[in-house]
């Protein structure tokens, strides 16, 4: 009743008042904020979506019907020559309603391999050709900004959202977002880089505190952001949902205006992720431009504080001007005529190859791989095998027409899979589907729909499929998104009736001398360490999008060489991550479930110390010599590369680090070098070594050689000093280490660094609590 009243009364207001005209993209920037009245500026800074908001004193239909469902819009100013621009999800491809009322044609998107499949590829290429495929569904779709890329690091293996996000290291997770942010714009559509920053996990992230010291900030959480902000200026970032010590981030002025802006030069738009209602005129002041989805009490709020003086209307202004640079870029505004047919059939080639260069060979004893051609009666084992995971649930997912299973994707490639075992798993599917079908409708899009979890097989039946198969081809699935994180129990670890599996059928697929392979149709890390020895091959297939069969046969049958690399380490215990001591693991846990939340209170979390401060992943693996089960960078070939010839030149403030890769196997493939710094030592304690800079080779025939060459800007050898609240490289003796993984360098070249370079910045974003530090 409030919001309907409001929005007569500004109608009212609207018709009332002499109201001075401009034009968008005829009248200047400031003429047009100068022709607006407060209540036009204090709505416009408000998304449109929220049901009974239709824009702007009703003056236009419901915006949410120019895209169905798309997660967004904003609110149009027709008077002024504003339109409505639309705003859709999201990392693996766009997402929106497939299905229209009274309408014939559908509106499927495509799949995409999810982020943490494009960031295993080291190829930025690549990701971007993906992102331009992305962006034209986008703009062909009548979109204007897609949400995406996700890229925050993964702290712990356990966060739901982490097939969102890229790497455990923010040099792969900037680099990855810069590509797919030039790629999506190249097609003249906008990206939205986020969740900025410190969105680690999914247990009540709309409160929870992320107490991050500021070394750890700028080293790990926010360095990813800055690399994608200065590489490809996405044309928004969105503010994530949590704290960062003690002040939403959305309301954070020295985040999103004295870094972003100020130090990192962003030009874009800051829009919210899609909260409730915050402190509005926090947000504004802090350089939050748009706040989604959008409450009108946003906008009364604005309003008022304006009024009452507590709210500058400079403030105001500021963010008014930024959404209609904003607007100004859109195809809505251009008055683009989408056809809504974007190439769907060239676009699942791109994503087959693309997700091809993803798959990371993680074992492959006596060349078990690739399988020989045409085998006709593979025992295919495990759930997912047939029911194939795309990606993840939740805004990460896509309204996709198909997936093709591991099932049909061998039988594509030419192979025939065991008639007997497949068809206990379509019994056990219908069945298990039947029984969920209640639960699956109450959990709807966003929770995505339940799995049936992995039957148990008898072992009588597996010991006579090893009579009459070739070879077994098991997989193990995981599913995850947002709102929720992952258990340790029967998620990270295998559960008990997938180990049985494995027990049984390496045991009788060894006695009689057939092979094993396993593939992980997964959206994170899992444990290997307690069950790797068992089959003779493993493949990380990861969710590899709508092709996901398909692109997993290519790698079976050889067809496409594996050269994904982990851009995470998997470690041999969950707890061996520092993280895991204060990550809210085992919790249940619902983003906004009251419930829970009290539940949550009871065990006093609301925040998380980041206590492993910038010893994230193999910063720390490597560093301590903790054993890991794969190491970071890690993955196997079909053939063999030998490393020779490096070399390191200071050119100009760069040094550029050369090294001959070649291929000493059988067949062709393509390999991922790279680079790890060894620094100098200073005033603070470095890591062994850090990622600095990745290549990737062509496709090099046997015996064929490259050499690639990689640049290191001088100041990205900096280590962040709080004291001094600066980037300090320090001089002295440093060491390239080129390798295949962090485990495993080839060559190594020194070079020195004669004048320490000190960059000072703001002492922003101060830590308010104490914490037990790791040294
Ligand atoms: C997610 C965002 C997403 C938004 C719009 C939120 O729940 O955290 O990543 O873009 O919804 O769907």
């Known amino acids: 009743m409030k919001k309907i009243s409001f929005l007569l009364s500004f109608a009212f207001a609207l018709a009332t008042q002499a109201q001075p005209t401009a034009k968008l993209g005829v009248n200047s920037i400031d003429e047009v904020v100068k022709a607006m009245t407060l209540q036009e500026k204090a709505q416009f800074l408000i998304g449109s979506s929220i049901t009974n908001f239709n824009g702007v004193g009703a003056v236009v239909g419901n915006t949410m019907n120019l895209v169905p469902g798309a997660a967004g819009t904003t609110v149009p100013i027709p008077r002024l020559g504003i339109p409505s621009t639309v705003l859709a999800d999201g990392p693996a491809g766009l997402r929106i309603a497939p299905i229209r009322d009274n309408d014939n044609s559908t509106y499927y998107c495509t799949g995409f391999p999810i982020s943490t499949v494009l960031a295993s590829t080291w190829n930025t290429d690549l990701v971007k050709k993906v992102g331009e495929a992305m962006g034209n569904e986008v703009r062909e779709y009548g979109c204007d900004v897609l949400l995406a890329p996700g890229m925050n690091i993964h702290r712990n293996p356990l966060c739901g959202r982490n097939f969102e996000y890229y790497s455990e290291d923010p040099l792969i997770a900037g680099k990855m977002a810069a590509a797919i942010v030039n790629g999506v714009q190249s097609q003249g559509v906008g990206t ?36 994608a902000v200065k590489e490809a200026q996405p044309w928004t970032v969105m503010s994530s949902y949590n704290k960062i010590n003690g002040t939403y ?49 946003q906008a009364n709020e604005i309003v008022a504080k304006i009024k009452s003086g507590e709210l500058s209307e400079a403030d105001v202004d500021a963010c008014v001007k930024r959404m209609l640079q904003y607007i100004m870029l859109t195809p809505h505004f251009k008055d683009y005529k989408f056809s809504n047919k974007p190439d769907l059939k060239a676009h699942a080639a791109i994503t087959r190859n693309s997700a091809a260069e993803g798959m990371v060979l993680l074992k492959n004893n006596e060349a078990t791989l690739p399988l020989t051609a045409g085998l006709k009666n593979i025992a295919l084992f495990g759930i997912t095998s047939y029911d194939f995971i795309a990606g993840g649930t939740g805004s990460g997912d896509v309204n996709k027409a198909y997936v093709v299973d591991l099932q049909q994707g061998l039988q594509n490639a030419g192979f025939g899979v065991q008639p007997k075992i497949k068809a206990v798993y379509d019994k056990f599917r219908a069945y298990e589907y039947e029984k969920l079908q209640e639960i699956n409708k109450q959990r709807g899009w966003y929770l995505g729909p339940l799995r049936p979890e992995e039957p148990v097989i008898e072992e009588s039946f597996i010991n006579f499929r090893a009579d009459d198969s070739d070879l077994a081809i098991i997989t193990f699935g995981r599913n995850s998104g947002e709102g929720n994180d992952r258990r340790i129990n029967a998620d990270f670890e295998l559960s008990d009736a997938e180990r049985a599996l494995l027990t049984n059928v390496t045991r009788d697929f060894h006695a009689k001398g057939k092979k094993v392979v396993v593939i992980l149709n997964v959206g994170g890390v899992i444990e290997t360490a307690s069950w790797k020895h068992l089959p003779d091959a493993i493949l990380l297939a990861w969710q590899a999008g709508q092709e996901g069969g398909n692109t997993v046969a290519d790698a079976l049958k ?76 890690y993955g196997l070939s079909y053939t063999t590369f030998n490393y020779s010839n490096a070399d390191v030149k200071k050119s100009g403030n760069d040094w550029k680090v050369t090294v001959k890769v070649t291929n ?67 001089a002295g003796q440093y060491t390239a280490l080129i390798g295949a993984s962090v485990a495993d360098i080839r060559q190594s070249v020194q070079f020195a660094v004669a004048k320490p370079q000190i960059t000072e910045v703001h002492n922003v974003l101060k830590m308010k609590n104490e914490m037990n530090r790791m040294k």
Not at 270 to 290: F, Y
Not at 591 to 616: H, M, P, R, S
Not at 697 to 714: F, V, W
């Open 192 to 227: 939205s880089i986020k969740h900025f920053a410190g969105n680690n996990q999914e247990t009540i992230r709309t409160r929870n505190d992320a107490r991050i010291t500021q070394r750890a900030l700028r080293e790990i959480y926010l360095k990813g952001f800055e690399i």
């Open 558 to 633: 050889g067809t496409v060489n594996p050269s994904g690399h982990l851009p995470m380490t998997f470690p041999m215990d969950y707890t061996d991550h520092p993280s895991s001591r204060n990550f809210p693991a085992g919790f249940v846990s619902s983003w906004d479930d009251e419930q829970n939340a009290t539940l949550l209170k009871k065990k006093d979390v609301g925040f998380t110390n980041y206590e492993e401060d910038i010893w994230v992943g193999y910063r720390y693996f490597n560093t301590n010599k903790k054993e890991v089960s794969y190491p970071f960078g």
């Open 249 to 297: 981030t959305q309301e954070d002025y020295e985040l999103l205006t004295t870094i972003l802006r100020d130090e990192w030069g962003f030009k874009g738009l800051v829009m919210s992720d899609w909260t409730g209602q915050r402190n509005t005129a926090a947000q504004v002041h802090a350089g939050n431009d748009l706040m989604m989805p959008g409450q009108i009490e």
């Open 664 to 730: 000493t196997g059988k067949v062709a493939g393509k390999e991922v070098a790279q680079i790890y710094i060894k620094a100098a030592p200073g005033e603070v304690k470095k890591p062994l070594c850090e990622l600095k800079a990745f290549g990737k080779t062509q496709l090099l025939s046997p015996g064929q050689s490259e050499i690639l060459t990689m640049t290191i800007k001088n100041s990205d050898l900096a280590s962040f000093n709080e004291g001094k609240s600066a980037w300090v490289v320090d």
